[in-house]
C-alpha cells in the first residue's frame, strides 16, 4: 500500500556534525511537508513545498537548516552544523491538492549529542 | 491567538462512554479541518476530515464543524481502550498553510 517513507529511522550524531534526513512522497501526491516534534513543542512546521517549490519555509532556522526536493521522489532536509537541541523526531508528511489531508512518514529520531 | 487551540488534557473516560475532544480556531484558518490521532512513538494518522458546518460521522467517529463559533470537535463513541492516543487537531487556508494544534491526551479506563 502506498505510504511516505522516510530515512534513517533513528540517527544518533555529534554536535556540530551534517545530518541529512530523506523522504519518499507517496506516488502522485504534489505537496510535502516537514515537521519538527518535541515534548515541549508539539509538532512544528518547518518548510513546505507544492509541486517541488518551497513555498514555505519560515518555521525553519535559516542559518542551519535547508529542505530541497531534487525530484518529485525525494524531499530532503539537512541540518550543518547540528546542535543539541535539535534533537527531535522529524515527519515528514506528503499530500494531494493544497487542502488535502496529509499523510506522514514514521519519523527520524534525531538525537544529537 | 495561535492558529488552533487544543486542551491539552489529559482527558480520561471509562471504557464505553463518549469522548468528546474540543479545537478552536482562529480567522486565519478557516477552510478545512482535520482530526489525527497519534499514538506514542508512532506518527500522526489522519482520522477524519470535515469542510463544511454540521456534523460528519465516520464509524464511532463523528466530526462536528461550527464556522460562526469558531470550533471543531471530534466525538467517540463507545470508547475503547485502543482510542487511548494523543488526538491532534489540524486547520488550513487559502494560503496553503497548514496549522496543528498541541494535542489532547485521551486515556480510556477498561
Known amino acids: 500500500d502506498a505510504r511516505v517513507t522516510q530515512t534513517p529511522r533513528d540517527k544518533v550524531t555529534e554536535m556540530g556534525q551534517e545530518v541529512t534526513m530523506r523522504c519518499q512522497p507517496i506516488l502522485g501526491h504534489n505537496t510535502v511537508f516537514w515537521y519538527r516534534q518535541t515534548m515541549m513543542q508539539g509538532l512544528e512546521l518547518l518548510a513546505y513545498f507544492r509541486n517541488r517549490a518551497p513555498l514555505d519555509d519560515s518555521g525553519m532556522p535559516k542559518d542551519r537548516f535547508s529542505a530541497e526536493m531534487p525530484d518529485a521522489t525525494l524531499a530532503t532536509l539537512k541540518i550543518q552544523p547540528s546542535e543539541p537541541r535539535d534533537s527531535a523526531v522529524y515527519f515528514c508528511?506528503?499530500?494531494?491538492?493544497?487542502?488535502?489531508?496529509?499523510?506522514f512518514g514514521p519519523g527520524t529520531r534525531l538525537t544529537v549529542l | 491567538q495561535k492558529e488552533v487551540e487544543q486542551n491539552s488534557g489529559p482527558l480520561s473516560v471509562p471504557e464505553g462512554a463518549i469522548a468528546s475532544l474540543n479545537c478552536t480556531y482562529s480567522d486565519r484558518v478557516s477552510q478545512s479541518f482535520f482530526w489525527y490521532r497519534q499514538y506514542s512513538g508512532k506518527s500522526p494518522e489522519l482520522i477524519m476530515s470535515?469542510?463544511?458546518?454540521g456534523d460528519k460521522e465516520d464509524g464511532r467517529f463523528t466530526a462536528q464543524l461550527n464556522k460562526a463559533s469558531q470550533y471543531v470537535s471530534l466525538l467517540i463513541r463507545d470508547s475503547q481502550p485502543s482510542d487511548s492516543a494523543t488526538y491532534l487537531c489540524a486547520a488550513s487556508n487559502t494560503g496553503n498553510q497548514f496549522y496543528f494544534g498541541t494535542g489532547t491526551s485521551l486515556t480510556v479506563i477498561p
Open positions: 508528511a506528503s499530500g494531494l491538492d493544497d487542502l488535502a489531508s496529509q499523510y
Open positions: 470535515i469542510y463544511s458546518n
